[in-house]
């Protein structure tokens, strides 16, 4: 049995995607992330752009519409310890529906939260990727 690095802290988590994915392949297949974690657990992945951003494409918050980021996709994969997971994230109908109907050229943010369960212990991690469509 070997032994975890020193350095490495317990209940590290890290999410990361591709800088930009493109609105053709994301209604394919889903978005791309890649989760990292110290312990072995579940990860699942949920991605979000801002009340803002969710009006302009058409997308709905369930509670307060001006200020509640719009949740619109989500992934879950086991992690073991020390290790990554590759996971497409799933999109909801709704925003698959609002996505594939958007014609015109468009860029948004999109912020992906991971959250690594693991024997009672929660540790969570975040980043931006851009989802872009082109003319």
Known sequence: MTLPPVAASLGGVEVRGPARQRL???LRW??????TADVAGTCVV?????AATGRAL??????DRRTTPVYFARGTARVSAYGNVALRLRLT???RRALAARRL???SAVRLWA??????VREAAAT???????G
């Open 24 to 26: 053709r392949t994301v």
């Open 30 to 35: 889903g978005l791309a992330a890649r989760c």
């Open 46 to 50: 949920t991605a979000s752009v801002n």
């Open 58 to 63: 058409g997308l709905r918050a369930k509670r």
């Open 93 to 95: 109908n709704v925003a």
């Open 105 to 107: 050229p468009f860029r």
């Open 115 to 120: 959250v690594v369960a693991a024997s009672g």
């Open 128 to 134: 931006t990727i851009v989802l872009q469509r082109r």
